[in-house]
């Protein structure tokens, strides 16, 4: 797996990973960035939630379920000092659909505790809940 950044100015960087999809990542106003692309700690949030993600459905789809409807709300609780890391970073996986809760928690269980290699490349607590049908199924996991 390769990525190549280059600078574009200021803050900012553009690139290409070797799947050949493009990015665009930038740096805060009070830094002087310019708001042209994603910020590098909100990617990592988008990294933590597509490998659950995607381990979560492919899970779920090998036991022959799918939701309607899915998606994950992500907060993440950063050190007030530099270098700002995230502490904790908490999920919540939101099903519609006929889905059976035993195995939902199941396959988040799996995605986070086995399957997902952004979480394990942390140092930092995650924390999960879920919701299937606006129910909220359990508080943490």
């Keep these: 797996m390769e990525a190549t950044l280059n600078w574009s100015g200021n803050v900012a960087f553009s690139g290409a990973a070797s799947s050949g999809h493009e990015i665009k990542i930038d740096g805060a106003e ?7 692309g994603v910020r590098p700690m909100e ?7 597509g ?5 979560v459905i492919w899970i ?5 379920l799918e939701p309607t409807s899915f998606h994950m709300e992500l907060k ?3 050190t007030e000092e530099p270098p700002n890391n995230f502490i904790n970073i908490h999920i919540h996986y939101a099903f519609e659909g006929e ?5 939902v928690a199941r396959a988040i269980q799996l995605a986070n505790d086995k399957y997902c290699s952004v979480t394990h490349s942390l140092n930092t607590k995650i924390t999960v ?3 299937i049908n606006g129910v909220q199924e359990t508080k943490s996991m």
């Design 30 to 36: 009070k830094i002087g960035g310019q708001n042209s």
């Design 60 to 64: 779920l789809k090998k036991m022959r």
């Design 51 to 55: 490998c659950t993600g995607i381990n």
């Design 99 to 103: 889905l059976p809760k035993q195995k």
């Design 76 to 78: 993440g609780d950063r």
């Design 129 to 131: 809940s879920y919701s």
């Design 43 to 49: 990617l990592l949030l988008y990294s933590v939630a």
